[in-house]
């Protein structure tokens, strides 16, 4: 009778034993293995925009337990704005959507823009490879190649644009109320891509975005002579630039000085946001930032950025953060103004 116990006993305790490495194995596969995460970009390909998400997405896979595989996505519209209210209303918070969407979407937030059906605050951000630098740059042809050039000229200047919250779009604006420069905004191109081959064919004289997106997509431009930097809209001069006007430099009064800090230099430093939806559960957000860090700081990756010509000076989830809840912090007066200029 006792060995018959203990015949049933052994075979339970096997049973047992058997489910329990069954189960630590389950346990042990890391949830993204097998999996595919999509990158939506808010912009077309060939933009600036799309140039780093390709590049992040070719080596932050390797960084992840599992080893997903990772594509990219082109989600055009409203400077990315579509993009981003997709992510905040239809995508699943499972981990396996990252968003890149403009930064300047908060700012417009901030003043009350239409068409935002996210709150920023909500994002659970995953990091920004760079911190942007914003330049003016003009075709040879369109015959402003200086700073004087332009605020100068008798005619206005054709300046292409996306849409309301793109660089391109809110740096032309805040120049014509800043620095009151005779510039004409043209919008409703998809990207920056758009706005370069636009300048080429002469149809505007040029734009203002990134620095760090210009010299790698209009490299050949400024190499040959046919492209000038003539202006840009930084905190302070960027080292690349030193020789180049800086629009702060020109603000007439503290006022101005103010509108293209809170519009412009603040936004800039979180342009390139990467993020995935809000509900996400914490594990992954956190397994997520710390493969985004790690990503930035690994010598392939650095070295396929410098072949690109893409500049890495990277925010991580947090520092994102506490940004994005600073500019909700932004005195009554100036988030009035800037509605009026960014309208």
């Given at each position: 009778?006792?060995?018959?116990?203990?015949?049933v006993?052994?075979?339970?305790l096997g049973?047992?034993?058997?489910l329990a490495?069954?189960?630590t194995?389950?346990?042990?596969?890391?949830?993204?293995?097998?999996?595919t995460?999509?990158?939506?970009?808010g912009?077309?390909?060939?933009?600036?925009?799309?140039?780093?998400s390709?590049?992040?997405a070719?080596h932050l896979?390797h960084?992840?337990a599992?080893?997903?595989?990772?594509?990219v996505?082109?989600?055009?519209?409203?400077a990315s704005?579509l993009?981003?209210?997709h992510?905040?209303?239809?995508?699943?918070?499972?981990?396996?959507?990252?968003l890149?969407f403009h930064?300047?979407?908060?700012i417009?937030?901030?003043?009350?823009?239409?068409?935002?059906?996210f709150?920023?605050r909500?994002?659970?951000?995953?990091?920004i490879?760079?911190?942007?630098n914003?330049a003016?740059a003009?075709?040879?042809?369109?015959g402003i190649?200086?700073f004087?050039?332009?605020?100068?000229s008798?005619?206005?200047?054709?300046?292409?644009?996306?849409?309301?919250?793109?660089?391109?779009?809110?740096?032309a604006?805040?120049?014509?109320?800043?620095?009151k420069?005779?510039?004409?905004?043209?919008?409703?191109?998809?990207?920056?891509?758009?706005?370069?081959?636009?300048?080429?064919?002469?149809?505007?004289?040029g734009?203002?975005?990134?620095w760090?997106?210009i010299?790698?997509?209009?490299?050949?431009?400024?190499?040959s002579?046919?492209?000038?930097?003539v202006?840009?809209?930084?905190?302070?001069p960027?080292?690349?630039l030193?020789?180049?006007?800086n629009?702060?430099d020109f603000?007439?009064?503290?006022?101005?000085?103010?509108?293209?800090k809170?519009?412009?230099h603040d936004?800039a430093a979180?342009?390139?946001?990467y993020?995935?939806?809000?509900?996400?559960?914490?594990?992954?957000v956190?397994?997520l930032?710390?493969a985004?860090?790690?990503?930035l700081?690994d010598?392939?990756?650095?070295?396929d950025?410098?072949?690109?010509?893409?500049?890495?000076?990277?925010?991580?989830?947090?520092?994102?953060?506490k940004?994005?809840?600073?500019?909700f912090?932004?005195e009554?007066?100036?988030?009035?103004?800037?509605?009026?200029?960014?309208?």
């Amino acid at each position: 009778m006792g060995n018959q116990f203990n015949s049933v006993g052994s075979f339970i305790l096997g049973v047992a034993l058997v489910l329990a490495s069954v189960g630590t194995a389950n346990a042990a596969v890391p949830f993204y293995e097998g999996k595919t995460i999509k990158l939506i970009v808010g912009f077309s390909a060939g933009g600036g925009f799309d140039t780093y998400s390709r590049l992040i997405a070719r080596h932050l896979g390797h960084h992840i337990a599992g080893n997903p595989a990772i594509v990219v996505e082109n989600m055009t519209g409203a400077a990315s704005l579509l993009a981003a209210n997709h992510v905040y209303k239809v995508a699943k918070p499972d981990g396996l959507t990252i968003l890149n969407f403009h930064g300047n979407q908060v700012i417009n937030q901030v003043i009350g823009k239409p068409g935002i059906e996210f709150d920023a605050r909500e994002f659970e951000y995953i990091g920004i490879p760079t911190q942007d630098n914003v330049a003016c740059a003009f075709t040879k042809a369109s015959g402003i190649t200086t700073f004087d050039a332009l605020r100068n000229s008798k005619t206005p200047v054709k300046i292409g644009g996306v849409a309301p919250g793109d660089t391109t779009y809110n740096t032309a604006k805040l120049l014509i109320a800043a620095l009151k420069l005779p510039l004409q905004l043209v919008a409703g191109y998809k990207g920056t891509a758009e706005v370069r081959l636009a300048a080429e064919a002469g149809e505007v004289s040029g734009g203002c975005w990134q620095w760090e997106s210009i010299k790698s997509i209009w490299r050949q431009g400024l190499d040959s002579g046919n492209v000038f930097i003539v202006l840009q809209v930084n905190p302070k001069p960027h080292p690349e630039l030193a020789k180049v006007p800086n629009a702060v430099d020109f603000a007439p009064n503290e006022n101005a000085k103010q509108i293209l800090k809170f519009g412009g230099h603040d936004p800039a430093a979180i342009t390139r946001p990467y993020a995935v939806a809000p509900g996400t559960p914490k594990d992954r957000v956190q397994l997520l930032r710390k493969a985004f860090n790690e990503t930035l700081k690994d010598p392939e990756f650095i070295a396929d950025a410098k072949k690109s010509r893409l500049d890495t000076d990277p925010l991580t989830g947090e520092e994102i953060e506490k940004i994005v809840l600073q500019l909700f912090k932004i005195e009554p007066s100036i988030v009035n103004q800037l509605k009026e200029i960014l309208k």
